[in-house]
């Protein structure tokens, strides 16, 4: 269970940080989610950083007994599965920016409320054994 909170704890900084950028530099990252002038080579880097979070949580962490486990295991797939879209389908996965859901402010408070919850329940004694 240690290790659990420890990737909880981790994960819900990445994600209150990366949703208050969101919120703050909200036309940067605009910019960014249409991939306009995407470099190839940052592509590439991307998946490779995405697959190796995704692989490193996942060889430490498969568990399904609790929410917070779920959780983990759930963003440890996810993660992955980017990595490996944006390594072997760049151009595939590149074209999801046409996405309407994806704008800056609503993903900001995904991202925010997402990494409270995490956080919560990684810093919560009730969730440790």
Do not use: C, R
């Not at 950028?21 to 036309?27: R, T």
């Amino acid at each position: 269970m240690e290790i659990t909170n420890k990737i909880g704890k981790i994960v819900a900084a990445y994600l209150i940080v990366t949703g208050m950028g969101f919120l703050i530099s909200s036309e940067y990252y605009s910019q960014m989610i249409s991939h306009q002038g995407t470099d190839p080579v940052l592509i590439n880097l991307s998946g490779m950083v995405h697959f190796f979070i995704g692989m490193t949580i996942l060889v430490n962490h498969i568990l399904w007994k609790n929410a917070l486990q779920i959780i983990v295991t759930l963003l440890g797939f996810m993660f992955l599965m980017k990595g490996l879209f944006l390594i072997i389908l760049p151009e595939l996965t590149l074209q999801s920016a046409d996405n309407p859901a994806q704008v800056p402010w609503i993903m900001s408070i995904g991202f925010i409320v997402g990494g409270l919850i995490i956080g919560y329940m990684a810093f919560s004694k009730k969730y440790k054994l």
